[in-house]
């Protein structure tokens, strides 16, 4: 693990690239609803049930890292957007969109507005995720 001298994240990679720009959590829930907030809440718990999970929040969203990222939240009015890597591509409801983002990782997408919908299925593929960056 390699830690960048001006901003104290942690990378898995000696000068990974990446923006130094750090912000509060808090700042990135000003002006959004209250479903917005209770999802991240419940997402959290999810993200942070694994081993060695540290959250850094950055300015345009929320990282979930433990040797890597494996969950990226970004808070939008009514909506919370979230991205994890998968080994797998999947493709239909709830994720919008996939990405290959490697040879052997595809990129998921996903829109939350309740706390609800941070269901069984959305946290086992989070689990996955997890297990296939951080692992």
């Not at 969203?61 to 909506?79: D, E, G, W, Y």
Request: hydrophobic share 40%; proline share 4%; net charge neutral.
């Amino acid at each position: 693990m390699w830690t960048c001298p001006n901003c104290g994240r942690e990378f898995r990679n000696t000068n990974q690239d990446h923006s130094c720009v750090v912000t509060d959590m808090e700042s990135h829930f000003i002006n959004k609803q209250q479903n917005v907030i209770d999802t991240f809440k419940v997402l959290k718990e999810v993200a942070t049930s694994f081993e060695n999970v540290k959250i850094n929040s950055v300015k345009n969203a929320i990282l979930f890292t433990a040797k890597s990222h494996f969950l990226a939240v970004k808070p939008k009015k009514s909506i919370l957007d979230i991205e994890f890597v998968l080994d797998v591509p999947i493709e239909g409801f709830p994720i919008h969109k996939t990405v290959q983002a490697s040879k052997s990782k595809w990129a998921h997408f996903v829109r939350l507005e309740t706390p609800e919908e941070v269901d069984g299925q959305l946290e086992r593929w989070i689990k996955r995720a997890y297990e296939v960056c951080c692992q």
